[in-house]
């Protein structure tokens, strides 16, 4: 009698620990909440334009939350590279459901040449780790008074 209320036991919670593991399973990778967490970005590539060497631009990208949850930026990668460093202003940031939030990209010129390249945003979404944003332009010698 023992014998079989060990087994009972033992194969009640078994079962119990697979259910469980089914339902967390199912919950966080459900396509319905992944699509409700996610923000859209209007425009994922934006240029600056031409500035001269020495200049700021800032470049602007329109987030709008379409979920049922805020979602906040909670900082982003460092970018410099040849011409312009990039970097997210007012972080963190948080868009709440059905809203829109603008976030701006500070552009550094720092040397003549052409200017191509992706920004991460980082989010608190676990259906939506990451955001590439783009920004591209020219940054061009600065003219010189006479």
Known sequence: MVRVLKTFSWALGFFSLILLGLALRSTPSSPTQQAEMALHV????????????????????????????????????????QAACLKAEGLPLTVPPGEVRLIEIKVLCTSPGEFSRPLTLFTDSA?????????????VERATCQ
Do not use: H, M
Not at 53 to 59: A, F, N, P, Q
């Open 42 to 81: 209007e425009t994922s590539s934006r240029s600056f334009g031409e500035a001269p060497v020495g200049t700021e631009s800032v470049v602007s990208f329109s987030l709008s939350n379409r979920g049922q949850r805020g979602v906040t930026i909670l900082g982003s990668d460092a970018v410099c590279y």
């Open 127 to 139: 259906s939506q780790r990451e955001i590439t944003l783009s920004v591209e332009g020219r940054v």
